[in-house]
């Protein structure tokens, strides 16, 4: 572990398997930084330490990097201020940063990172109940990724009735959604979001992902990111998958069903990150099959 600094925030850099993590130290729970042990100095994340936005308790600032929130979003609840220093935990192969209690909000977070089977790393998103009634909500994972990339949101086909008459398969929008924007690109059996610096736009995309993994690709390089779907209400509309852009980044989202969690009770969303060199890779399906195929094959 050694101590660094990613755009002025200070961190923790950490190797676990083929990755180098960076976890943000003054502020969080956040990762600044993700990169292969081959490319240590590409960090597939866009860290943004100045913007943001005005809220009811303040300036509230995205940082960048990996965040944890909670589901459904509302202001100011999603955007508490998060700007104080984080206590963390090492152990052998894991290590966990323990977020602030949130007392308006009832819950407290922590992130734990530890190595995973087929050279990834397991990322364990923990929320609990620190009030004195019951809380509904969901766990929100969300990776600020580097500009000029695209995301991939699967949607295999999967017949719910014998006779494939019944729809198997929807996508959520957002009242900012334009469904003629170039950055959407709609193939077979999958939702494509490219990022572009030159459109200020935001634009905004969610679904049911099938398999269960979205990735994002940039500069030869793919970030995967791999979870269980499990059984429960989902949030808008039925999201386990969530793309956002504007021109400064791409937000990389995956969410955990709601759960109604009762005092000192908690719920995990885990996630299981891996980083491919794979080279050129197009938002088409036969690019996404030959070259993702037998990587990401659940």
């Known amino acids: 572990m050694e101590e660094r600094k990613f755009d002025g925030l200070n961190a923790k850099l950490i190797r676990l398997n083929n990755m180098l993590v960076g976890i943000a130290t ?16 590409f960090n597939v994340f866009r860290v943004l330490p100045q913007a943001g936005m005005q809220t009811p308790e303040g300036f509230w600032r995205i940082y960048g990097g990996h965040r944890f929130w909670s589901s459904p979003e509302a202001k100011p609840r999603s955007y508490s201020i998060d700007d104080k220093p984080v206590k963390m935990e090492v152990r052998e192969n894991s290590l966990t940063v323990y977020g602030n209690p949130e007392a308006e909000n009832f819950v407290q977070k922590e992130i734990t990172i530890e190595s995973s089977s087929e050279n990834g790393i397991q990322v364990v998103h923990t929320i609990e109940n620190i009030g004195r009634w ?64 030159r459109i200020q736009n935001p634009f905004k995309i969610g679904a049911m992902a099938n398999p269960t993994w979205t990735a994002y690709w940039v500069d030869g390089i793919v970030f995967a990111k791999q979870f269980t779907q499990k059984e429960g ?4 509309f039925g999201c386990s998958v969530e793309v956002y852009t504007n021109a400064d980044m ?11 969690i009762g005092p000192s ?13 794979i080279g050129e890779l197009t938002p088409e399906a036969e690019s996404i099959k030959d070259k993702l195929g037998d990587l990401l094959s659940n």
């Open 250 to 260: 791409l937000e990389l989202e995956t969410l955990g069903p709601h759960r109604t």
């Open 134 to 197: 019951p809380v509904k909500l969901g766990c929100w994972a969300l990776s600020v990724m580097r500009q000029r990339g695209f995301a991939i949101i699967p949607l295999k086909p999967s017949k719910v009735d014998e006779d494939g008459l019944l729809p198997d398969r929807h996508v959520s929008l957002w009242p900012y959604t334009d469904l003629s924007d170039e950055r959407l690109v709609l193939r077979d059996g999958y939702v494509f979001v490219r990022q572009n610096p």
């Open 233 to 236: 209400e989902y949030p808008d």
């Open 265 to 277: 009770e908690r719920i995990q969303h885990t996630e299981i990150w891996k980083i491919f060199d």
């Open 26 to 41: 003054d502020i969080g729970p956040r990762i600044l930084y993700l990169a292969s042990a081959e490319r240590r100095d």
